[in-house]
C-alpha cells in the first residue's frame, strides 16, 4: 500500500472520528447533557460519511474538511435536539473551535509521521544486502550409491523419488 492512500485514510478517520467526538462534546457542554442515543448513532453515522467522503476526495484540504464535518454534526445535533434556539452559544463556539484546531495538530503530526516512516521503508528496501566475499561454501557431492543392475532394468530404481528419500 503506498503512502498517498494511507494518508486518504488517515484523513478520512481523524476527520470523521473528530467531527463526532468535538460535536457531540460541544453541544454536552452548551446543553448540560448528553444527546440520546438514537441521536448518536445518527452522529456516529455522519461522521462515518464524512470520513468517507475525505477518503474518496484525497485532494480535499484538512482544515476545510474539519469545518465541514464540524458543520455537519452541529446541524444534525442541533435539528435532532429540539433546541433550535440554541443554534450557536460562546461554550460551544469554542469546544468546536478548539476540536478542530487540536484534529488539525493531530492529522497534521500524523501525515509527517506516515511519511517518515514510509520513506524510511522505501529506503530500508531498497538497499541491497551483499554476502560476504571472503567466505566461500564448497558443496561436495555424496558418491553415488550403486544399484542392483536388475532393480535398475526394472525401473524399481531411479533418480526420481519421494522428496525426503532417505
Known amino acids: ?3 498517498p492512500i494511507r494518508l486518504s485514510r488517515l484523513r478520512g478517520a481523524v476527520v470523521g472520528g473528530t467531527s463526532a467526538v468535538t460535536g457531540v462534546l460541544a453541544h454536552a457542554t452548551a446543553q448540560g447533557m448528553l444527546p440520546e442515543t ?10 462515518v460519511a464524512v ?3 475525505v477518503r474518496a476526495a484525497p485532494s480535499v484540504r484538512a482544515l476545510p474538511a474539519l469545518v465541514a464535518g464540524q458543520a455537519l454534526v452541529h446541524l444534525l445535533l442541533v435539528l435532532t435536539s ?5 443554534l450557536f452559544t460562546a461554550p460551544m463556539a469554542v469546544m468546536h473551535t478548539a476540536g478542530t484546531i487540536a484534529a488539525l495538530l493531530l492529522l497534521c503530526g500524523a501525515e509527517i509521521l506516515v511519511r517518515a516512516v514510509s520513506a524510511l521503508a522505501v529506503r530500508a528496501s531498497s538497499l541491497r544486502l551483499r554476502p560476504r566475499t571472503g567466505y566461500a561454501a564448497v558443496v561436495v557431492p555424496a558418491p553415488p550409491q550403486a544399484a542392483p543392475a536388475a ?5 524399481a530404481v531411479g533418480r526420481r523419488g519421494p522428496p525426503f528419500s532417505v
Open 51 to 53: 470520513g468517507i467522503g
Open 38 to 47: 438514537s441521536v448518536l448513532l445518527m452522529v456516529g453515522a455522519a461522521a
Open 1 to 3: 500500500m503506498n503512502t
Open 82 to 86: 429540539g433546541h433550535h434556539h440554541d
Open 151 to 155: 532393480l535398475v532394468f526394472l525401473g
